[in-house]
């Protein structure tokens, strides 16, 4: 699976949009985009996944750029219960099950 | 919702001891995994197991071992718990195929090893 790169960390006002980048250069045809979040002290929590095409849903929007090589998590209105670490993850569609989980971002929502 | 459950949220034991870790899923998932999660290594795939006697070592098996002897329960063992094994143990599960989309999390297990 390719690697994926993201900020350690990033704050984003109350009500504002949270704009959230991943670089995955190395991304091949058959692999997705997925990103996960965790809150402290819980699980993670699945968010969206797409492969080339944007997608939305009641959490977030995910934007890929037309060569692949990286994508957004968009969370419209940040609250205060988005604080939490964002992981992108890429993995295909055949192979191994398990995600690779990497370090991620912090997100931090400030009121 | 899917409900994904772990026997304890924390738990304290002491070097040598045999340790069960339990997880249990309601939405008749045949996908279920075992996580840990460490300060600065992300979380590393122990095992999984995509059917009912059925498992699959992952990124780190080295001392454990796993049993799924009913779809809705996977149970994490640590033969002989070492210092090393200190860590935040998560379950998953998701549904076919394969769990190519969402996996579901518990709220994870926090092991200390003494």
């Known amino acids: 699976d390719a690697k994926t790169t993201q900020p350690p960390s990033m704050d984003c006002a109350e009500g504002r949009a949270a704009n959230l980048p991943c670089n995955h250069s190395?991304?091949?045809?058959?692999?997705?985009v997925y990103w996960y979040r965790q809150i402290h002290s819980q699980g993670p929590q699945y968010i969206i996944h797409g492969l080339k095409n944007n997608e939305t849903n009641e959490m977030a929007s995910l934007i890929i750029t037309e060569d692949r090589k990286s994508s957004t998590l968009i969370l419209p209105h940040a609250t205060l219960r988005d604080t939490a670490v964002y992981y992108c993850?890429?993995?295909?569609?055949?192979?191994?099950?398990?995600?690779?989980f990497g370090t991620g971002t912090r997100l931090t929502v400030i009121p | 919702d899917v409900k994904v459950t772990q026997s304890s949220r924390y738990l304290v034991k002491r070097t040598g001891e045999k340790v069960f870790l339990e997880c249990v899923q309601d939405m008749d998932h045949e996908n279920m995994f075992w996580y840990r999660q460490d300060p600065g290594l992300g979380l590393r795939l122990i095992y999984f197991s995509y059917d009912v006697k059925m498992k699959e070592k992952g990124d780190i098996p080295e001392g454990y071992s796993v049993s799924r002897e009913k779809k809705e329960r996977f149970s994490l063992i640590l033969e002989s718990a070492s210092t090393n094994q200190t860590s935040m143990y998560l379950c998953?599960?998701?549904?076919?195929?394969?769990?190519?989309?969402?996996?579901?999390f518990g709220p994870g297990t926090r092991l200390t090893v003494t």
């Open positions: 993850i890429v993995r295909a569609s055949t192979g191994a099950n398990n995600l690779f």
């Open positions: 998953a599960s998701s549904p076919p195929p394969a769990g190519f989309y969402e996996q579901y």
């Open positions: 190395t991304i091949s045809g058959n692999e997705y």
